[in-house]
């Protein structure tokens, strides 16, 4: 049988995503615009992890830097919904950059606890920096965004007003993980001194795919923040970032749509699992540490047709 | 602000104190992650899990010694479990390491809430340590000067152990170089398990020891192994001595931060382990290797 090809896929799973508010009820029009905006949130650590071989526990401070200055400015600051998108998404780049600067001197276990480090002082900060995170409490009642003159609040307008900017993100990450650039990228993730050796430089590498990545996180959190009118600590709590990482492991940490997959999981255990027990988080939790130990490439690998292995006779 | 020579002392000695129960979380994580690599995550869950223990004991018994013994050696257990079950699976993977052990401590601090719920809670130290020691110049709590002996202990008890048993020169040849070391016949894997199980036993006396010290409550595991983690990189990894200094240097900047800046401690502290880790990646005492 002729399989289809990726690219074709990829295009029917975009037009579904254009029907599907039409054809379901409102409640799950409610959950996509949450798989959707999760699901670029990780593939930003896709891109990162997957991509350019630095796992981060960060991507929550990104999400968060760029969810309150959000949040501050439309509550505080009137200057329109695009500028402060704008600055939102300009003010995470700027973090990640800022970070990068540092830790692109460190890789492995030390970078990992480097984003550990950063994402605990958002998460500290939102809560000591009371007089414009809002504490405890974070900011609530954020207004929903207006464009062109009308209010987005009906769930469809929420959902296509989250779908465009979350497939240009994806388009885009695709091309640039195709891209020379990409493509250095995944060869200072399997050996940075080979890579240094044939001239590349590794640094800067790192440096802009923690740009990008910062960037797109922040993107999310946007979305994220205008979606739920509020923004809290929770949001940026190392359960927070664990909850990125499950999405990111369970759709494969390899491939970037395997973020659309993860999401949908999470979305659906979490949603059916909190009518049956308060305890959802420990399912969650089980559910993880089941995909770390069986299934390190991702539950999306199951259906992956298997190259068969040669025998040692043969070969 | 105007600070007397002996509010200083009292700050600073708070520091020191404060340096020794960050010294004793940090024991167990320096020998997991500082010596043997392991990225257990877990740990800071381990830490609650000793408090949560010791206040079940406590309520049954009501001899705090006892949760002391009774406590630690059950995280013991624990730790030993965890690594003989699934932490071997995917020993030398730092990445499913990660994963691994924070999605344990997720789930185990997920059901510690379920069985505890979400109030702050503290244990009794005896009325031994309650009365308050004259050093000469000042009047000092005695459970923190306890606190700071048991780290001073259990510091020379790992360095001892680390320098001069059967045990520490293998511990140290395997961390040097794993096969070599399993190819002259001995039996790493068994020696590994055995130092996680003292890293549980040290960690569990510190749950304990720092749950009669200050309040613990759901989310106080990410606390304790942030702290560790800091105290760890800081010093630099493997590094016991490094691990004091660590120790030490958060210790007083927490206290002095606490009293001159109250808004700004995790500032300071993360500030401070970015600059170090700016000049010096591997820590202050730490090798490159």
């Known amino acids: 049988m002729k399989r289809f090809s990726y690219g074709g896929l990829l295009a029917v799973g975009f037009l579904i995503s254009l029907l599907l508010p039409w054809l379901v009820p409102n409640f799950y029009i409610f959950l996509l615009t949450k798989i959707l905006f999760l699901s670029l949130a990780a593939a930003s650590l896709i891109l990162l992890a997957g991509y350019g071989g630095m796992l981060s526990l960060a991507q929550v401070a990104f999400y968060g830097v760029a969810g309150y200055i959000f949040g501050f400015c439309s509550l505080r600051i009137g200057i329109g919904f695009m500028p402060t998108v704008v600055l939102a998404i300009l003010g995470s780049s700027v973090t990640g950059g800022l970070f990068a600067l540092i830790a692109v001197r460190t890789s492995g276990l030390y970078f990992l606890m480097m984003t550990l480090a950063l994402g605990q002082l958002a998460f500290f900060g939102a809560f000591q920096w009371a007089e414009v995170t809002g504490g405890y409490d974070g900011l609530v009642g954020i207004p929903a965004p207006v464009l062109f003159g009308y209010t987005i609040n009906s769930g469809k307008a929420v959902y296509y007003f989250t779908l465009v900017p979350v497939v240009a993100g994806f388009y885009w990450l695709r091309r640039l993980v195709a891209s020379p650039f990409g493509l250095a990228l995944q060869g200072i993730r399997d050996s940075e001194v080979r890579m240094a050796a044939l001239g590349f430089n590794v640094k800067i590498h790192k440096f802009l795919v923690i740009v990008f990545s910062s960037t797109l996180a922040g993107l999310a959190g946007v979305l994220s923040t205008s979606f739920y009118g509020m923004i809290s600590p929770q949001m940026v709590s190392l359960a927070a970032a664990v909850t990125l990482l499950f999405i990111s492991l369970v759709g494969g940490i390899g491939r970037l749509e395997g973020a659309f997959i993860g999401a949908l999981v999470y979305v659906l255990v979490e949603d059916y699992a909190s009518v049956i027990t308060n305890r959802y988080n420990t399912i969650i939790g089980i559910f993880f540490i089941l995909v770390v130990l069986f299934f390190s490439k991702g539950i999306a690998d199951i259906f992956r047709p298997r190259k068969k292995k040669k025998s040692p006779q043969q070969a | ?289």
């Not at chain 2, 013991?76 to 390491?97: P, S, W």
């Not at chain 2, 709590?141 to 202990?153: A, C, D, E, K």
């Open chain 2, 1 to 289: 602000m105007d600070i007397s020579l002996t509010t200083m002392m009292m700050i600073t000695l708070n520091g020191v104190t404060y340096a020794g129960l960050l010294f004793m979380a940090a024991s167990g994580f320096t020998l997991v992650f500082g010596l043997m690599r392991v990225v257990n995550m877990a740990h800071g869950i381990f830490y609650l899990m000793a408090a949560y223990l010791g206040l079940t004991i406590y309520r049954m018994t009501g001899n705090w010694w006892l949760c002391l013994i009774g406590s630690s050696l059950m995280v013991a257990f624990c730790a030993y479990v965890l690594q003989f079950t699934l932490l071997r699976k995917v020993q030398g993977d730092d990445l499913r390491e990660t994963l691994l052990t924070l999605g344990i401590g997720f789930t185990v601090g997920d059901l510690l809430l379920a069985f505890y719920g979400g109030m702050p809670q503290r244990l009794t130290a005896p009325t031994l340590f309650s009365t308050p020691v004259s050093l000469g110049f000042l009047i000092y709590p005695g459970f923190r000067l306890f606190v700071l002996g048991v780290s001073v202990f259990i510091g020379l008890f790992l360095w001892a152990l680390l320098k001069f048993t059967q045990l520490g020169r293998i511990i140290r040849a395997g961390v040097d170089d794993r096969e070599m070391t399993s190819a002259v016949g001995i039996n790493i894997d068994r020696a590994f398990t055995g130092v996680f199980m003292l890293a549980g036993l040290f960690t569990g006396l510190s749950g304990v020891i720092g749950g009669s010290y200050i309040a613990f409550a759901p989310g106080e595991d990410i606390h304790v192994l942030i702290y560790s983690l800091i105290v760890v990189i800081l010093g630099g990894l493997g590094s016991l001595g490094g691990a004091a200094l660590g120790a030490l240097t958060v210790g007083l900047i927490d206290s002095f931060s606490k009293t001159l800046f109250p808004a700004f401690t995790m500032f300071f502290l993360f500030g401070t382990l970015m600059l170090v880790l700016a000049f010096r990646p591997y820590g202050l005492l730490g090798k490159e290797r």
